[in-house]
């Protein structure tokens, strides 16, 4: 049974930083697609970043964060992270772990992936 577990989200304010972390259960992390995503109150939830678990190599970004958002894994650990530089209020959301047996595909959408943790909240004041 997959399972992943997000930490890390906190109240920060604008030009803060917090690092997100996502524990993955319940399978050989291996072959597939990582992904963030963000949805604020009444909006729709979109992607921030991916990345294939067998190339470090391979991510993506929104274009809303890139230069300030880094996706990383570390596969000993079965562990996703999201490094978030320069926070600014329009990053506030709930952010949310999700996965997907496959490369990743580009552009990504929430529709791709299977597998998706609770989500941590992120606030970010000005």
């Known amino acids: 049974q997959v399972q992943l577990v997000e930490s890390g989200g906190g109240s920060v304010q604008a030009g803060g930083s917090l690092r997100l972390s996502c524990a993955a259960y319940?399978?050989?992390?291996?072959?597939?697609?990582m992904g963030w995503f963000r949805q604020a109150p009444g909006k729709e939830r979109e992607g921030v970043a991916a990345i294939y678990s067998d190339d470090t190599t391979t991510t993506t970004y929104a274009d809303s964060v890139k230069g300030r958002f880094t996706i990383s894994q570390d596969n000993a650990k079965n562990t996703l992270y999201l490094q978030m530089n320069d926070l600014r209020p329009e990053d506030t959301a709930m952010y949310y772990c999700?996965?997907?047996?496959?490369?990743?595909?580009?552009?990504?959408?929430?529709?791709?992936?299977?597998?998706w943790g609770q989500g941590t909240q992120v606030t970010v004041s000005s």
């Open positions: 999700a996965a997907y047996a496959d490369r990743c595909w580009v552009p990504f959408s929430p529709t791709d992936f299977s597998y």
């Open positions: 319940g399978y050989t992390y291996s072959n597939y697609c």
